[in-house]
């Protein structure tokens, strides 16, 4: 049978993680739903109020910072006015400070160094940022606000990816990786391991590194990748 296993919102933890923001970091810590909360900060309403309108338009904007989105693109993915969000995005920021702080000192420091750097020290530079081209500048401080986080993303995945395969051997188990995909590791496991591969899994992916929220893995089993996600 197949294992899937992939991080929980891995890329909003590492956000709130790298922002050091109370509010996102205490959604997670909580364990609550963090689309909840943030329709939540948005719209001014209690978590229990929120509906499922509202939490979709959350969705899209924690999805959409996290790779460095602007009002334009949510406007645009959302199919509203430009102003409306823009009002939307500033309630987010509103209800999360220091979200908007790291953003704006990430672009600050990457200009004066010409690069970011991940959680584990990886370097991406970006010379965008000194150009003379307005549009390609504004290319280069959305590079210099995703880069961190999705850059520590894969850090985490592939520092889980090598040690789950040491991890395998070790224990003697007949699993094996067979599949990544974005944030999601296949196994292909004998059933007589089942119980044994998805603790092993969960132990080794949730541990990749040591965040202030906790790292969480949805693992499902299938005979196939379609039913085991």
């Known amino acids: 049978m197949l294992l899937s296993s992939d991080y929980s919102q891995i890329e909003l933890r590492i956000l709130a993680h790298l922002a050091n923001?109370?509010?996102?970091?205490?959604?997670?810590?909580?364990?609550?739903?963090?689309?909840?909360?943030?329709?939540?900060?948005?719209?001014?309403?209690?978590?229990?109020?929120v509906d499922s309108h509202q939490r979709r338009f959350?969705?899209?904007?924690?999805?959409?910072?996290?790779?460095?989105?602007?009002?334009?693109?949510?406007?645009?993915?959302?199919?509203?006015?430009?102003?409306?969000?823009?009002d939307i995005l500033e309630a987010f920021f509103a209800g999360f400070p220091r979200v908007?702080?790291?953003?704006d000192q990430t672009v600050i420091e990457a200009r004066r160094l010409g690069y970011t750097s991940t959680i584990m020290g990886r370097r991406r530079r970006i010379p965008e940022l000194a150009s003379d081209n307005f549009r390609i500048r504004q290319m280069g401080e959305r590079m210099a606000?995703?880069?961190p986080v999705q850059g520590s993303?894969?850090?985490?995945?592939?520092?889980?990816?090598?040690?789950?395969?040491?991890?395998?051997?070790?224990?003697?188990?007949?699993?094996?990786?067979?599949?990544?995909v974005h944030d999601e590791l296949v196994l292909e496991v004998p059933?007589?391991?089942?119980?044994?591969?998805?603790?092993?899994?969960?132990?080794?992916?949730?541990?990749?590194?040591?965040?202030?929220?906790?790292?969480?893995?949805?693992?499902?089993?299938?005979?196939n990748w379609a039913e085991a996600k």
């Open 21 to 49: 923001d109370p509010g996102l970091v205490d959604a997670f810590e909580r364990g609550t739903d963090i689309h909840t909360v943030t329709a939540s900060k948005v719209f001014g309403v209690a978590e229990e109020d």
């Open 145 to 147: 606000q995703n880069a």
């Open 100 to 103: 908007r702080e790291f953003m």
């Open 58 to 86: 959350a969705k899209v904007i924690n999805y959409g910072l996290a790779y460095g989105m602007e009002a334009y693109g949510l406007a645009q993915r959302m199919d509203i006015p430009n102003d409306q969000a823009r």
């Open 191 to 223: 059933l007589s391991e089942k119980d044994a591969c998805e603790a092993l899994t969960r132990s080794v992916m949730e541990g990749a590194a040591h965040l202030l929220v906790p790292l969480v893995v949805d693992i499902g089993f299938g005979p």
């Open 153 to 180: 993303a894969a850090d985490v995945f592939k520092v889980a990816t090598v040690r789950l395969a040491h991890a395998l051997k070790e224990e003697g188990l007949l699993s094996r990786i067979v599949l990544t």
